[in-house]
């Protein structure tokens, strides 16, 4: 492993080592290392990218001289400084949108030093991957410690992020510079996934944090999906997103189950980031396979082939979800519509189930629904019904919604069983265990009854 002295040096080596690399960086403040890098190394263009919204402390590379500042009014400096430099763009947008707006395999160097929480730091490295070149490098800052130079001890996010980044995509950190807050160097080697179904693989996920109860439910969903799905194994894989300690306790309990399960492991603790892990499902490290997506909750069963509906030919850029409310009341956004603009009366439609394709129009959907979510949650505590106000909202301003093809196939607390029906949904309250193991299990019964 290569260690420099500081950041500039290391960003200097890598620079050198490529003819006019493309570079972004991402988190900007007041512009110090962008003003190094133009002025010392030969880029072919630098993007860098920031929120520039209110006011944000900052150290210097060391961790020291913390001051705060109004980025608002960075911005406007960092424009004006370089609008005659067209080597260089200012981009005043949240990370993840910027990049899923750029073309894969864009960039030769990433340097990632905007949100330090786990959660922003993995979101931007995996978001990054995407772009960078092959043989490219992702760099980002305060991995570390080095207390010889800090004055002071910064408890970030960064380290479990990269680790376990690197651990997924199997990638190596090959240098550091040793600032007070030591930066990392990852030289990314992009390993292709050959498969013969690629271009028709299928992606069926649940989610399951929070109340452990609720493995219950996962496995009566996935009991369903092994005796009446009729699922492919050579074009359909089943995700399940849930925590490192519920991951153990739901293999025990499904050990039995019979099925192409995978896991995707998030560290989330919250009852709103439950319900939003949902979202994450483009940051999975294998998305790239699949073509088609379906989500379910897990008060969910299957009673009929899930392949007449993943056969459709769908839509890339709709979401497809069951009717359900409408855009007046606060379960389905009206706290975010203009009803100038919009009839309260809108059919809506429930998020507890989402089919869809892997196509960037639903990519960017998704990064829309995110940064709404983060940005509300900054001055507000969470929706009656979680992330179903910003699904559904978003979707509805962009025209990506269709809230009546899934009713030939779907039917939300049904009273009997019909031949026609492949998904049968159970909501309730979020949270509302009892009443959603009762019904399914009651319905489960009817079923099996008439089989």
Known sequence: MKVFDNRNEMLKHYCQQITNPRILEIGVFKGELLGYIVNNCNVGSFDAVDLFTGVTCSGDADGNNVVYYDVGKSYIELTQMYQNNPCVSIHKSDSGAYLNGQPDNTFDIIYIDGDHSYNGVKRDLINAYKKIKDNGYIMGHDYEMNMA???????????????????????????????????????????????????????????????????????????????????NRKTTDILIITSPTFYPIIQAQVSSIDLPLKYHILDIHTLMEASCCKLTIFEYKD???????????????????????????????????????????????????????????TPAYSAGVLYFR??????????????????????????????????????VMQNKCDNQFMK???ENNPAYVSPTKIIYHFPGGPGDYSSKIHKMTAFWRKCKYLQ
């Open 287 to 345: 998305i790239d396979k699949y073509n088609k997506i379906l989500y379910l909750d897990t008060d969910v069963l299957l009673n009929a082939d899930v392949n007449v509906l993943l056969d459709h030919d769908i839509s890339s850029d709709k979401i497809y979800a069951l009717e359900e409310g409408v855009i007046g009341h606060e379960f389905w956004g009206a706290q975010f519509f203009n009803f100038t603009s919009y009839n309260r009366d």
């Open 358 to 395: 892997n196509s960037s129009a639903m990519k960017g959907l998704f990064s829309d629904i995110n940064t709404h979510i983060n940005s509300y949650m900054q001055h507000h505590g969470p929706p009656v019904c979680l992330d179903q106000p910003f699904v559904v909202y978003n979707s």
């Open 408 to 410: 030939q196939y779907m």
């Open 149 to 231: 130079k800090a004055h002071t001890t910064y408890d970030f996010g960064v380290k479990k992020a990269v680790d376990e980044f690197c651990k997924e995509y199997n990638q190596t950190i090959i240098a550091k510079a040793n600032d007070g807050c030591v930066s990392f160097c990852i030289q990314i080697t992009k390993h292709t996934i050959v498969n013969e179904h690629d271009s028709s693989m299928n992606l069926i996920y649940m989610c399951v944090f929070h109340q452990e109860s609720y493995i219950n439910l996962l496995q009566l969903l996935l009991t369903s999906i092994q005796e009446k799905a009729n699922v």
